[in-house]
């Protein structure tokens, strides 16, 4: 079954050797109690650092203005926790000292960042400690094959799009720090969206319109191949308006020079519009009288909504009565995008497609919890309405891109490929002081084609575009492991930080018949996490492991038999032992995944250092979570597979892939041939 490269191991007619069950322990991490000279240290460090943490943001401030062949012994999860000793909280020769950690003011989401500077005084153990982070745990963090700039701050993607052999991508980029601010369009291109190369900045803060920032934006390819940019800018007065931007170069296929329309803003908030919330436009579509329309995302008071302009030259826009959508309670909508999906046919639809089997996407970007939210339904272009499929899983309150970490969101159609894809923000979760320590937050997550599931009908699929998998080297495959409850099996692929993993598991049908009936409703995010246990379940993977199982983070199934015998899985990803640090965040991340008669339990999940992307059966529900080892780094980090169920066996089929960097590097002339 597999290439010369890959080993097979089977144990179809036998079970794994198994343990006694010992416990999954609960809860995050915590430190051993350091010794009293450590605390001293460490207490009066603070004291200073909290006076630094004042003086510095106040001066922030005020200078910035602005915001087979293997045999596999089955262990088992340990009881407690692994102690810290007083001299392994003492700073090592290479462990990045605070005299080089700039400190800023808090900022949340109002100034376009999620909350974190705070983090370093509310951090997981309670006492406000930092750990003690040293330049080899800090490189490591940084991705192999996802996209990210070479040093910085980055957020949003902008303006994807293909164009003359080449796929482009803009960014929302900070040139001057690893945290936000100072944000202008980072831009770089690839044949395959694998392998990038850095181009210079395409547009930077330099007009009154942008001064405070070159916000999100889209691009639009026009019939004639013309490319319109629009953007967010921030005025000087920090007032919210639309800018148009073109090639300087068409003929360029890099589009490395790009020209600002001369009489910019294009468009101001309407009346009634707060200058603040009047942000990010879409792709324009066209409509069936020929004019171009575009949609910016709002709100009013509480409710989200999606505004609506059609224009004739992008120069000039009529604003449409009513909105194309609105859902009160979910307040502020960022980076709305609206495009198309065929209920038929397997290939992507540009944006511009209505009509007989077609449905329509309406996702944003919830300001007030960040997270990418979709609906399904139906577009009527003449009354300019956007109508949900199901009103319960409406835009803000239902169906998620992502249950993780995903942000930001935007989609372009791939005309060479015909196909949609998706791409989204994955920001840091660890503190912001470690950020500027390491020089760099934030990575994009590998590119996702879009498509509506055709056997539900009613959910998106999303999977890694097929050029990761050009980047796949040796692979190990398991067939049929037996793995009884409270099983943890070690798969023996060597170090385990840059993988791609296929996974199928199957319940034993004994156990199912015996399972009893139960109102029990599961959430990932308020459970026990891999600790609870249940009669089917959790099972599935510990990724970034170390030998000694001190850091793991799960990625599992959780079944419960309902009260008519149907089971209702959820799929989840468990960060609560992922690290010994303890000033990053510990959640419980994951949703309910749709799973029809017959179909086996299926993951797929990208491993790239300091980020895991996880598709279940076939992309109906994604998770994407950023981890933060200390010990499973390096050679270091290894796979397993578990089963903390009470009574089900599972029989599980894994192939892992050892992943290739993709060399994401400066752009150079003669580089341009190079694929």
């Known amino acids: 079954m597999g290439s010369p490269n890959t080993r097979t191991?089977?144990?179809?007619?036998?079970?794994?050797?198994?343990?006694?069950?010992?416990?999954?322990?609960?809860?995050?991490?915590?430190?051993?109690?350091?010794?009293?000279?450590?605390?001293?240290?460490?207490?009066?460090?603070?004291?200073?650092?909290?006076?630094?943490?004042?003086?510095?943001?106040?001066?922030?401030?005020?200078?910035?203005?602005?915001?087979g062949d293997h045999h596999h012994a089955s262990s088992s999860l340990p009881t407690t926790l692994l102690t810290v000793t007083p001299n392994e909280l003492e700073l090592s020769p290479d462990t990045v000292p605070w005299s080089t950690w700039q400190t800023t003011l808090s900022r949340g989401v109002s100034a376009g960042v999620s909350e974190k500077s705070s983090w370093l005084f509310n951090s997981n153990n309670g006492n406000g400690e930092s750990y003690p982070w040293n330049?080899?745990?800090?490189?490591?963090?940084?991705?192999?094959?996802?996209?990210?700039?070479?040093?910085?701050?980055?957020?949003?993607?902008?303006?994807?799009?293909?164009?003359?052999?080449?796929?482009?991508?803009?960014?929302?980029?900070?040139?001057?720090?690893?945290?936000?601010?100072?944000?202008?369009?980072?831009?770089?291109?690839?044949?395959?969206?694998?392998?990038?190369?850095?181009?210079?900045?395409?547009?930077?803060?330099?007009?009154?319109?942008?001064?405070?920032?070159?916000?999100?934006?889209?691009?639009?390819?026009?019939?004639?191949?013309?490319?319109?940019?629009?953007?967010?800018?921030?005025?000087?007065?920090?007032?919210?308006?639309?800018?148009?931007?073109?090639?300087?170069?068409?003929?360029?296929?890099?589009?490395?020079?790009w020209i600002k329309y001369p009489a910019n803003p294009v468009l101001f908030p309407p009346p009634g519009i707060d200058a603040k919330d009047f942000r990010d436009p879409t792709t324009a579509w066209i409509t069936s009288e020929g004019k171009w329309r575009i949609s910016i995302g709002s709100k009013l008071n509480k409710t989200g909504i999606a505004l609506v302009y059609d224009t004739n030259d992008f120069k000039t826009f009529e604003r449409v009565e009513g909105v194309l959508h609105a859902v009160p309670g979910t307040g502020m909508w960022e980076c709305v995008d609206f495009f198309p999906v065929s209920s038929k046919g397997e290939n992507g639809l540009d944006t511009s497609i209505n009509g007989e089997n077609v449905k329509h996407v309406v996702k944003v970007s919830l300001d007030d919890d960040r997270h990418d939210y979709y609906a399904l339904g139906t577009y009527d272009e003449k009354n300019v309405k956007f109508t949900p499929d199901d009103f319960k899983n409406d835009v803000g309150i239902g169906l998620r891109y992502d249950y993780g970490i995903f942000y930001a969101s935007k989609t372009f159609y791939d005309q060479s490929k015909g196909r949609r894809v998706l791409w989204g923000w994955i920001g840091e979760s660890d503190s912001e002081y470690a950020d500027v320590a390491k020089g760099w937050a934030s990575v994009q997550g590998i590119p996702r084609t879009v498509a509506l599931d055709k056997k539900t009908g009613s959910n998106l699929i999303q999977w890694p575009v097929a050029e990761v998998e050009s980047l796949r080297l040796r692979s190990d495959e398991f067939q049929n492991l037996k793995v009884k409850p409270g099983s943890v099996v070690p798969l023996e692929i060597g170090t385990a930080a840059q993988l791609d993993i296929v996974a199928e598991f199957e319940i034993d049908k004994k156990a199912l018949e015996k399972t009893g009936q139960s109102n029990k409703e599961y959430k990932c995010s308020t459970s026990g996490g891999s600790t609870e246990r249940g009669t089917i379940g959790p099972f599935g993977l510990l990724v970034l492991a170390?030998?000694?199982?001190?850091?793991?983070?799960?990625?599992?199934?959780?079944?419960?038999?309902?009260?008519?015998?149907?089971?209702?899985?959820?799929?989840?990803?468990?960060?609560?032992?992922?690290?010994?640090?303890?000033?990053?965040?510990?959640?419980?991340?994951?949703?309910?995944?749709?799973?029809?008669?017959?179909?086996?339990?299926?993951?797929?999940?990208?491993?790239?250092?300091?980020?895991?992307?996880?598709?279940a059966q076939g992309g109906r529900t994604c998770v994407t979570s950023r981890v933060y080892p200390t010990k499973a780094i390096y050679g270091a980090a290894r796979l397993f597979l578990f089963n903390n169920a009470t009574e089900a066996t599972v029989t599980a089929s894994v192939k892992v892939w050892q992943m290739n960097s993709a060399f994401i590097r400066p752009f150079h002339p003669d580089q341009s041939n190079s694929f």
């Not at 051993?32 to 460490?42: F, G």
């Not at 547009?203 to 691009?219: C, E, H, I, L, R």
């Open 9 to 67: 191991s089977s144990s179809s007619d036998s079970e794994l050797p198994c343990s006694n069950y010992i416990p999954v322990p609960d809860g995050p991490h915590s430190p051993a109690e350091p010794a009293r000279r450590e605390v001293i240290v460490i207490f009066c460090g603070l004291l200073v650092l909290v006076s630094l943490v004042a003086f510095n943001g106040y001066s922030w401030a005020h200078s910035n203005g602005h915001d």
């Open 135 to 257: 330049n080899s745990m800090l490189s490591w963090q940084r991705t192999a094959y996802h996209f990210q700039p070479e040093k910085n701050w980055m957020n949003d993607p902008n303006g994807p799009m293909y164009y003359k052999g080449w796929y482009h991508f803009f960014y929302q980029y900070n040139p001057n720090g690893a945290v936000w601010g100072d944000i202008v369009w980072g831009h770089a291109v690839s044949r395959d969206m694998i392998h990038w190369f850095h181009l210079p900045l395409a547009m930077v803060a330099d007009q009154w319109y942008d001064k405070n920032g070159v916000w999100t934006g889209s691009a639009t390819i026009l019939p004639d191949g013309q490319v319109i940019m629009l953007y967010t800018g921030s005025t000087n007065e920090s007032m919210q308006v639309q800018n148009l931007a073109y090639p300087a170069d068409p003929s360029d296929p890099l589009l490395v020079d």
């Open 546 to 615: 170390d030998d000694d199982l001190s850091e793991y983070t799960p990625t599992y199934f959780y079944v419960v038999k309902g009260s008519h015998g149907q089971l209702k899985t959820s799929f989840c990803s468990d960060q609560s032992r992922s690290s010994l640090a303890t000033d990053v965040s510990k959640k419980i991340f994951g949703s309910f995944v749709p799973v029809l008669k017959d179909e086996k339990l299926s993951v797929r999940i990208l491993v790239d250092h300091s980020i895991v992307e996880s598709f």
